[in-house]
């Protein structure tokens, strides 16, 4: 026996309507196997003659779970620190210490300035020394030995890759959306990833240590920054990626998207209201989980929507309870939804 409703949806077509709860959408394909398969019991003559012309739907109420959302960024992987060596003094470079790639300490030396005024002492003890302030990563020579240089000029780079900066770029409605969340007294909940441009995801994990203090006017963004720690020297400055937060949003409203239809770029469920009437209702949606929406707005767990083989529902039209029907012999010939 099952139970059902009869929605008559117009004098040519009718709706066999079955209640269930979130399992709706797997049963409605075992029922339509049952109506086809039965071949006894009757029916009462109204649903008999409108099961010829009818479609099944299934009916399910919205669900509140606890959800983990997955928003991808497009980042920016920089060295902290990183700067630029400098000559510290006018004058030709008398010894170049370092290679491109090389690792070097706190203090080691990089260069020797001979000031310009002192050439013909070779080992002028006016000469200027240049030390790594940090322990870090050479980056290309950029001027040779034996070269003029002017304060000021750029020698080469310095990295510390221990630990990368990754910055990104988020929307300001997500910006608002995180705020409402109250996400920055959440980080424990929060877990951050990075693909690199191989689609391999780094074996790290991130923590986030800025959501930026103002925005850009020309992009309508907020800078965000997360920072990995980079113990096998992976990752390295300049390089580009798509950093992953996933979060947790506690008490989430999810329904399943077979539920929902889209009409010029809106969604909508249909509700079947506590007078039976089935009315198309607008929704918002938040977040796509596999095959589940995460609605923001629209619907809430007292509702209940089709969830199943959706046909055009117009409003006013009226269901009627029959939790004494049974399938008709001729049943075999109801059309699939």
Same mark, same amino acid.
């Given at each position: 026996?099952?139970?059902?409703?009869?929605?008559?949806?117009?004098?040519?077509?009718?709706?066999?309507?079955?209640?269930?709860?979130?399992?709706?959408?797997?049963?409605?394909?075992?029922?339509?196997?049952?109506?086809?398969?039965?071949?006894?019991?009757?029916?009462?003559?109204?649903?008999?003659?409108?099961?010829?012309?009818?479609?099944?739907?299934?009916?399910?109420?919205?669900?509140?779970?606890?959800?983990?959302?997955?928003?991808?960024?497009?980042?920016?992987?920089?060295?902290?620190?990183?700067?630029?060596?400098?000559?510290?003094?006018?004058? +030709?470079? +008398?010894?170049?210490?370092?290679?491109?790639?090389?690792?070097?300490?706190?203090?080691?030396?990089?260069?020797?300035?001979?000031?310009?005024?002192?050439?013909?002492?070779?080992?002028?003890?006016?000469?200027?020394?240049?030390?790594?302030?940090?322990?870090?990563?050479?980056?290309?020579?950029?001027?040779?030995?034996?070269?003029?240089?002017?304060?000021?000029?750029?020698?080469?780079?310095?990295?510390?890759?221990?630990?990368?900066?990754?910055?990104?770029?988020?929307?300001?409605?997500?910006?608002?959306?995180?705020?409402? %969340?109250?996400?920055?007294?959440?980080?424990?909940?929060?877990?951050?990833?990075?693909?690199?441009?191989?689609?391999?995801?780094?074996?790290?994990?991130?923590?986030?240590?800025?959501?930026?203090?103002?925005?850009?006017?020309?992009?309508?963004?907020?800078?965000?920054? %997360?920072?990995?720690?980079?113990?096998?020297?992976?990752?390295?400055?300049?390089?580009?990626?798509?950093?992953?937060?996933?979060?947790?949003?506690?008490?989430?409203?999810?329904?399943?998207?077979?539920?929902?239809?889209?009409?010029?770029?809106?969604? +909508?469920?249909?509700?079947?209201?506590?007078?039976?009437?089935?009315?198309?209702?607008?929704?918002?949606?938040?977040?796509?989980?596999?095959?589940?929406?995460?609605?923001?707005?629209?619907?809430?767990?007292?509702?209940?929507?089709?969830?199943?083989?959706?046909?055009?529902?117009?409003?006013?039209?009226?269901?009627?309870?029959?939790?004494?029907?049974?399938?008709?012999?001729?049943?075999?010939?109801?059309?699939?939804?």
């Amino acid at each position: 026996m099952v139970s059902v409703f009869l929605v008559n949806v117009d004098s040519e077509n009718g709706i066999i309507v079955i209640r269930g709860g979130k399992e709706s959408g797997e049963r409605i394909v075992e029922t339509i196997d049952q109506l086809k398969k039965q071949s006894t019991s009757s029916l009462t003559t109204a649903v008999f003659d409108a099961l010829g012309h009818s479609h099944l739907v299934a009916l399910g109420t919205p669900e509140k779970k606890d959800v983990t959302l997955s928003e991808p960024y497009v980042c920016l992987i920089e060295s902290h620190p990183h700067l630029t060596v400098r000559a510290l003094t006018t004058g +030709y470079l +008398y010894v170049v210490k370092i290679k491109e790639g090389q690792a070097v300490a706190q203090s080691d030396l990089l260069f020797r300035i001979i000031p310009a005024a002192d050439t013909e002492v070779l080992a002028s003890e006016n000469a200027v020394s240049i030390a790594a302030p940090f322990a870090g990563v050479i980056g290309s020579a950029l001027v040779p030995k034996g070269t003029l240089v002017q304060k000021g000029d750029a020698l080469t780079t310095l990295a510390d890759s221990s630990q990368m900066n990754v910055d990104f770029n988020v929307p300001e409605a997500r910006y608002l959306n995180y705020q409402a %969340a109250k996400l920055s007294e959440h980080l424990d909940d929060l877990e951050i990833e990075l693909m690199l441009g191989d689609r391999s995801t780094f074996n790290q994990h991130g923590k986030l240590v800025s959501m930026g203090s103002e925005f850009n006017p020309q992009t309508g963004n907020i800078t965000f920054r %997360a920072d990995f720690p980079n113990p096998d020297r992976l990752l390295r400055h300049g390089m580009t990626g798509k950093v992953i937060l996933h979060r947790v949003q506690h008490n989430a409203i999810v329904i399943p998207q077979c539920a929902t239809f889209e009409v010029l770029n809106k969604w +909508y469920v249909y509700v079947v209201a506590k007078d039976n009437v089935a009315h198309q209702r607008q929704i918002e949606i938040q977040a796509e989980i596999d095959d589940v929406f995460v609605v923001k707005s629209g619907v809430g767990v007292d509702d209940e929507i089709v969830v199943d083989g959706i046909r055009p529902l117009m409003d006013a039209n009226r269901a009627e309870r029959d939790d004494r029907v049974q399938v008709h012999p001729n049943a075999g010939e109801l059309p699939t939804p």
